[in-house]
């Protein structure tokens, strides 16, 4: 099942690259067009390494007072995510990347993701309480036996 959803994202999402590039075109001139996606991918990549460069500094400062980066590692991670999707040309990769250039918009995905893994670590952590309750109830038959 998985296999078939990556498959459809990497066909689907270059077809609407595409087709949105070419009805782009169309309604615009297209060397506006690609003015429009060079120009774009240029200033996202300029805004992605200045943002990295702070995150870079913001890491540096909490390791140096002994704290876990862990806000700037994920910020950091999203920053690339952003800049890789800049350097695709591609109105709607371009239109992700800047968004996800905006610090707000990055901590609300951090937050979603950090949600989902703390209801997923509480489901697995009762059920793991559970199964060593069930597990302590059941003796093993085994220990009756008195070897002399």
């Known amino acids: 099942m998985l296999y078939w959803k990556l498959i459809l994202l990497f066909v689907l999402i270059p077809v609407i690259e595409l087709a ?3 009805i782009f075109s169309l309604i615009f001139n297209f060397f506006f067009t690609v003015l429009l996606i060079i120009c774009i991918s240029a200033f996202g990549v300029f805004l992605a390494k200045r943002q990295g460069t702070n995150c870079w500094i913001e890491l540096n400062r909490q390791l140096d007072n002994g704290e876990v980066p862990r806000l700037p590692i ?3 991670m999203l920053i690339l995510i952003a800049a ?3 350097i695709v040309p591609g109105l709607l990769s371009d239109f992700l990347g800047i968004l996800l ?3 707000f918009v ?3 995905i951090i937050d979603h993701f950090t949600m ?3 209801n997923y670590r509480q489901k697995t952590k009762n059920e793991n309480k559970t199964n060593e309750y069930e597990n302590s109830n059941n003796y093993n ?3 009756n036996i008195i070897d002399i």
């Open 20 to 22: 949105g590039l070419w």
């Open 74 to 76: 994920m910020h950091g």
């Open 84 to 86: 890789t999707l800049l």
């Open 101 to 103: 250039l905006f610090p």
């Open 106 to 108: 990055r901590t609300l």
């Open 116 to 118: 989902r893994f703390e």
């Open 141 to 143: 038959k085994s220990d």
